[in-house]
């Protein structure tokens, strides 16, 4: 019996799924699609004895060692959606993620460890085995929501309250955090595991208007705290008492130094370090990167691979709100030095190289 035969099994019978592939046929084929990345050549199962560090870094290092994940081994139009083969684009961004991943120059960039950090950022949804690292400002509320009603606390999107969405005691969706060693590393490499990016520069724009310019959840730390600590650090006119400005944002994230800034904040961060800090897409296998600007047919996609989609549909996306908006962009970085945009651009590289995100040139030179 071949390995992925074996795993078959011992999934089958571990997680009583066999009721569910009676009950639905299609579901079989969705179950299928899970196993080809989660099984990477893998069958000996990881020592427990070791730490927690220790087991993290070696199921880092099993995770790179494996094969990147090839998208032959998804069957054919079983997930095109709309009957075009947005597979393929799916395909391509996973072959670039695994390809920039490779390449040593940019290690610094695009490799991190998967420490509590990173377990914190993981949401779990055991029910349909799912993993989802949240990338905030890319919609993820709604990803939230998704999970939620999967996992079984509210019953529809609609029910759930706005507090209780980020209240993570009270919506029955736990991070992978909270979970044993052995709980963490299960889920890591047989769970089927996602998350969204946007253009990099774009959300940065976004997470500086929703947590400094607007603040519309009342967190009153952004502007009263995390605000006044990054003026007195890098503003150059300190004559000038106005709130945050981009400017300034932009010079704070852009310095070399800025993990000694970032320590005052705690996890307020979220909302600006890069996506590699966040979801570790070097060193977790991913099986689907969405894309904000095609979540119009990455949604329904995502929903497919993972199974759930007869279950659950993402709310509907406001027409227009996904688009890359370069007139937006070109507005807040004009009158920002070079200096500070390519500071930017030099920590926030390896975002854009391994989502496909073009080089901003009209920013940069
Ligand atoms: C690796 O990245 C460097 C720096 O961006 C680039 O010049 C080089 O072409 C890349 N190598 C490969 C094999 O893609
Ligand atoms: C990579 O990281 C090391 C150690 O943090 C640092 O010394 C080095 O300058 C970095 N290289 C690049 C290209 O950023
Ligand atoms: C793009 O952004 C600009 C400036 O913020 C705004 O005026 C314009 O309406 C936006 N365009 C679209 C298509 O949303």
């Not at 494996?66 to 395909?91: F, K, M, R």
């Not at 009270?170 to 769970?191: H, V």
Request: glycine share 6%.
């Amino acid at each position: 019996m071949s390995d992925t035969m074996r795993h078959h099994w011992l999934l089958l019978g571990a997680c009583g799924w066999v009721l569910l592939i009676l009950m639905f046929a299609s579901k079989f084929i969705n179950f299928n699609l899970r196993v080809p990345d989660d099984y990477g050549g893998k069958s000996e199962p990881l020592s427990w004895t070791v730490t927690a560090t220790k087991l993290i870094k070696s199921l880092a290092r099993e995770l790179e060692k494996s094969e990147p994940q090839p998208a032959h081994q998804l069957p054919e139009g079983t997930v095109a959606v709309n009957g075009e083969d947005w597979q393929a684009v799916e395909s391509e961004r996973l072959e670039l993620v695994s390809s920039v991943c490779r390449n040593g120059s940019l290690k610094n960039l695009t490799h991190t460890p998967i420490g509590k950090f990173v377990l914190d950022r993981i949401f779990v949804c055991d029910k349909h085995k799912i993993l989802f690292c949240q990338t905030p400002k890319v919609g993820n509320t709604q990803w939230k929501k998704v999970l939620i009603v999967l996992n079984g606390a509210f019953s529809t999107v609609e029910e759930i309250p706005e507090n209780v969405v980020h209240d993570h005691d009270k919506n029955g969706l736990p991070r992978l955090s909270s979970m044993s060693e052995k709980e963490i590393a299960e889920r890591l490499n047989t769970y089927f595991k996602f998350f969204i990016v946007r253009d990099p520069f774009e959300r940065l724009i976004s997470a500086f208007k929703d947590k400094f310019l607007q603040n519309p959840r009342f967190e009153p730390w952004y502007k009263h705290d995390i605000a006044p600590a990054i003026i007195r650090k890098y503003r150059k006119n300190h004559m000038e008492t106005t709130g945050l400005r981009f400017e300034d944002f932009i010079r704070y994230l852009g310095d070399p130094n800025h993990k000694r800034v970032d320590r005052q904040f705690g996890d307020h961060i979220i909302h600006w370090v890069t996506y590699v800090e966040l979801c570790a897409p070097c060193d977790i296998k991913y099986n689907v990167i969405g894309h904000h600007e095609s979540l119009e047919r990455d949604a329904p996609y995502i929903l497919k691979a993972a199974g759930i989609d007869h279950l659950v549909s993402y709310p509907t996306i406001p027409p227009g709100i996904t688009s890359y908006n370069r007139t937006k962009v070109e507005q807040y970085f004009s009158g920002i030095s070079k200096r500070d945009i390519r500071r930017l651009y030099a920590r926030f590289h390896g975002d854009f190289r391994l989502f496909g995100y073009k080089e901003p040139d009209f920013l940069l030179n």
